[in-house]
Nanobody, 120 residues
Framework: QVQLVESGGGLVQAGGSLRLFCAASGRTFRTYRMGWFRQAPGKEREFVAHITWCGGSTFYADSVKGRFTISNDKSQNTVYLQMNGLKPEDTAVYYC?????????????WGQGTQVTVSS
């Protein structure tokens, strides 16, 4: 059974930093893209960043580029999201995602989410 378990969320002041963790288990993710999405109240879920599990190739949403860094540790089966320079508009529930780029609609997994709140 595939599980993605997020942690590391919390309350932080604007300009501060948080590091999110996603512990992945239940299958090999060698060919998957591991990503972070977020959903603010009243808004749709949006892409934040992803990384290819093996190659480490990364991609970011424009809104977080230069402030957030996604990385992974294959030995620990963990994906990280380092968030610096946080802004109130970064407040959202952050979800870890694993998806097969060949079949993203049918072969994808989500975590339960972790709340990030940035106060002004």
């Amino acid at each position: 059974q595939v599980q993605l378990v997020e942690s590391g969320g919390g309350l932080v002041q604007a300009g501060g930093s948080l590091r999110l963790f996603c512990a992945a288990s239940g299958r090999t993710f060698r060919t998957y893209r591991m990503g972070w999405f977020r959903q603010a109240p009243g808004k749709e879920r949006e892409f934040v960043a992803h990384i290819t599990w093996c190659g480490g190739s990364t991609f970011y949403a424009d809104s977080v580029k230069g402030r957030f860094t996604i990385s992974n540790d294959k030995s620990q089966n963990t994906v990280y999201l380092q968030m610096n320079g946080l802004k109130p508009e970064d407040t959202a529930v952050y979800y870890c995602n694993a998806r097969n780029p060949v079949a993203p609609a049918t072969d994808a997994y989500w975590g339960q989410g972790t709340q990030v709140t940035v106060s002004s």
